[in-house]
């Protein structure tokens, strides 16, 4: 999407390979991705935000609503 790395078109190898080397030679682009996966990572798959959701996703179930 351009905020934390590139889509491409499935299937698409000259899409794919346009955007690994636009990832090769700029350095800033790189650092950037990188920084914003790596804070997507801790706020959004930290033991405690993944613990309420499994929590809650049980308790759906377990109350007979369904889950979309």
């Given at each position: 999407?351009?905020?934390s790395g590139f889509i491409v078109p499935q299937?698409?190898?000259?899409?794919?390979?346009?955007?690994m080397?636009?990832?090769l030679v700029n350095d800033d682009l790189r650092r950037?991705?990188?920084a914003r996966v790596y804070a997507?990572?801790?706020t959004g798959w930290d033991a405690s935000v993944m613990i309420a959701k499994?929590?809650?996703?049980y308790l759906r179930l377990s109350?007979?609503?369904?889950?979309?």
């Open positions: 999407n351009g905020q299937l698409d190898t000259s899409a794919l390979s346009e955007r080397k636009q990832l950037t991705f990188g997507h990572a801790l499994h929590r809650a996703h109350s007979g609503t369904t889950v979309s």
